[in-house]
């Protein structure tokens, strides 16, 4: 039995506050449920994708992502699709990169998150990943710019 801070840092799900996940490319690799909610708060409207994700690796170092689904926003519903690199970095971080190469982002999964943002023209995407438990994890992005603020909140588990 735990007493003292160690038990009091214990989460309802069993992940002890400031893990991370020590091997993030095993952890991501292979099918997972895409659930996110859009809100283009300068519309006033919300939408959804449902859909699923994989992560392939390829070679030592790296995975394709891929997600497929439905999005469904008021006055539109249909397929989307979209691809990302996963690369590992130092320690327990990875680089997120487009699929031509460029660099998007840096991410790491904490149960406390991690924040990072991508610059785009006079956009400002500020994401933050989560980890909820060994087979779910979240990502929430706030873009934000001249003409646009948006919210995207992703929520993947792992497929069954």
Known sequence: METGA???????????AGRAVPEPLEYLAGAWE??????DELAGV??????SATFERVGATSL???EAGELELPGYRGRATRSYRYVAD??????????????FHDAELLV?????????GGDRYEGRYALVSDR????????????TSLRLLSRFDRAR
Request: charged share 35%; proline share 3%; net charge positive.
């Open 46 to 51: 919300e939408g959804r994708f449902v859909g």
């Open 6 to 16: 160690a038990s009091r840092r214990r989460r309802p799900d069993g992940l002890a």
């Open 64 to 66: 394709v992502y891929r």
């Open 34 to 39: 895409l659930d996110r909610v859009v809100a």
């Open 136 to 147: 779910c994890w979240t990502l929430e992005w706030r873009v934000t710019g001249p003409a």
């Open 90 to 103: 130092e320690g327990r971080r990875v680089r997120v990169e487009f699929e031509d190469g460029r660099d």
């Open 112 to 120: 406390e998150g991690f924040a990072t943002v991508h610059l785009c």
